[in-house]
């Protein structure tokens, strides 16, 4: 099954190194941040899983929660967190899911759906594109998706960004530009005519072009 942004994030149970959950109940009325990793006790992911352990509180202060997958058993990940915590000098709480049969990278399109066999016995490579990122929405529905080769560190700092331009921009009729920050001008939706803009941004707004409408971030 291929998926696509604002299909619904595909529902699971499963395993995890802080107990079982269903994922849609998990998520509840928040956002949430499900990446993937090829395989334990891996170099790169060892960092991203540290990383994303000291920014956890960035996320949580945006509702959102996070959840790492492995194609590896829960007892596998407990072990592995044991070296993140030691290397990266952070302690992950958030969970990590088990998917020793694969059906979870597979139900995401990580791995093909013809996939055989389980976790044991996989390299890395073979697993290299169980290396991506999906933001679910409140709504539960796939916000992003992002993969990445197996050999270059995810950059968390800009999915953080991408989730305040995404949270922004579901509440205001607006849209970010390109390398956008929190703070900084934005443009008004295309989807918003010059009278509802002037309803809804009444101190005005530059336009170097008819579409182009720039105003100061809202809120």
Same mark, same amino acid.
């Given at each position: ?6 299909? @619904?994030?595909p529902?699971? *149970? #499963?395993? @995890? %190194?802080?107990?079982?959950?269903? +994922? /849609? ?6 956002w949430?941040?499900?990446?993937? /990793?090829p &395989?334990? +006790? %891996?170099?790169?992911?060892t960092?991203?899983l540290?990383y994303?352990?000291?920014? =956890?509180?960035?996320?949580?202060k945006?509702?959102t ?5 492995? $194609?590896?058993?829960v007892? !596998? /990940? !407990? *072990?592995w967190?044991?070296?993140? =915590?030691?290397?990266?000098?952070? &302690? $992950?709480n ?6 020793p ?6 139900l995401y399109?990580?791995?093909p759906? =013809? ?7 996989r390299?890395? #490579?073979?697993?290299?594109t169980v290396s991506?990122? +999906?933001?679910v929405?409140?709504?539960?529905k796939?916000?992003?998706?992002? %993969?990445?080769?197996?050999?270059t ?9 991408v ?5 922004l921009?579901?509440?205001?009729? $607006? ?5 956008? &920050?929190?703070? =900084?001008?934005v443009i008004i939706?295309? !989807?918003?005519?010059?009278d509802?803009?002037k309803?809804l941004?009444?101190?005005?707004w ?6 182009? *409408? ?6």
């Amino acid at each position: 099954m291929s998926l696509r942004i604002n299909d @619904t994030a595909p529902d699971f *149970r #499963a395993d @995890t %190194t802080t107990g079982p959950i269903q +994922f /849609h109940q998990w998520i509840g009325d928040g956002w949430a941040i499900l990446f993937s /990793h090829p &395989k334990d +006790f %891996t170099p790169v992911c060892t960092t991203e899983l540290g990383y994303m352990a000291r920014i =956890e509180p960035e996320f949580r202060k945006r509702n959102t929660k996070l959840i790492g997958l492995s $194609v590896d058993p829960v007892d !596998s /990940h !407990s *072990r592995w967190l044991a070296d993140i =915590e030691a290397t990266q000098g952070a &302690k $992950v709480n958030y969970p990590i899911i088990g998917d020793p049969d694969l059906s979870i990278s597979k139900l995401y399109n990580m791995l093909p759906a =013809e996939e055989p066999g389980t976790s044991e016995g996989r390299t890395p #490579a073979l697993n290299q594109t169980v290396s991506s990122v +999906f933001i679910v929405g409140q709504d539960k529905k796939i916000k992003l998706m992002l %993969t990445y080769p197996m050999t270059t560190g995810r950059n968390f700092d800009e999915i953080l960004r991408v989730l305040d331009s995404m949270q922004l921009t579901i509440k205001y009729k $607006v849209a970010t530009p390109v390398n956008w &920050k929190q703070g =900084e001008d934005v443009i008004i939706a295309g !989807s918003v005519s010059d009278d509802e803009a002037k309803k809804l941004f009444p101190q005005g707004w530059a336009a170097p072009r008819p579409y182009l *409408r720039v105003v100061k971030q809202p809120g």
